[in-house]
């Protein structure tokens, strides 16, 4: 018995319209858990990464560990460190989010102590000459003119968390790898390609907003020349 000519279903095509009707509210939590398990990833991340870069940059002997360290984070595969990770948290969204958190460190760090590096030491000079002390010259000079170079790290590392997300399926918290992951197991066409497509919309919408926000904190570079 063949399938009906109108139910992509049964037929299970590629693109099927009946899928996104059907399944509305799986496709709806599912990308709600991605974007959540990549909010929080990213921001733990930040808050991590920031007095990282701050030791970094204000000890010198500190600068080589705190690098070499999250270097060799970034380097272990994703599946051996869930694994690792498996005995500590075992399976629960705190396992996603901590890799999460270990990949993202090498980005954010790298690029926030870049940032701090190439604030100009006139500037520095001018401020303190002005009577800012460390922690005003900190927040009001250093990390703002550090914006542009924290922000892109902060771009690349959404945009990675997005895609490892899906990783997590093999726990049960991928978002929209689970999707993916079931769909692969069953052939299902329609499943896997449009979660497929809605990861790359989550990654460039990612990147579009962070851009955005960047641009808005920092107005005066724009207006350069």
Not at 90 to 104: D, E, F, K
């Amino acid at each position: 018995m063949t399938a009906p000519p109108d139910d992509c279903l049964a037929r299970n095509e590629w693109l099927c319209g009946a899928y996104l009707s059907s399944r509305r509210e799986i496709l709806r939590d599912a990308l709600v858990q991605h974007i959540q398990l990549t909010t929080v990833s990213v921001l733990i991340g930040l808050a991590v990464a920031v007095p990282l870069a701050l030791a970094a940059r204000r000890w010198r002997w500190a600068a080589g560990p705190v690098l070499g360290l999250t270097t060799v984070l970034y380097t272990v595969p994703s599946l051996a460190m869930f694994s690792l990770l498996l005995p500590v948290y075992g399976l629960s969204a705190s396992l996603v989010v901590t890799g999460l958190v270990l990949y993202s460190l090498t980005l954010l760090v790298r690029n926030i102590l870049a940032g701090l590096r190439a604030v100009p030491e006139e500037t520095r000079q001018a401020a303190r000459g002005m009577g800012y002390g460390p922690l005003r010259l900190l927040l009001t000079v250093e990390l703002p003119l550090a914006l542009p170079a924290a922000m892109a790290g902060v771009r690349i590392a959404a945009v990675s968390a997005v895609s490892l997300v899906t990783v997590g399926a093999i726990v049960g918290y991928g978002g929209l790898g689970n999707l993916i992951y079931s769909g692969m197991n069953t052939y299902f066409k329609a499943q896997v390609l449009t979660a497929s497509v809605l990861c790359v919309l989550v990654a460039v919408a990612a990147d579009l907003l962070l851009l955005l926000v960047q641009r808005l904190l920092t107005p005066w570079t724009r207006t350069r020349s």
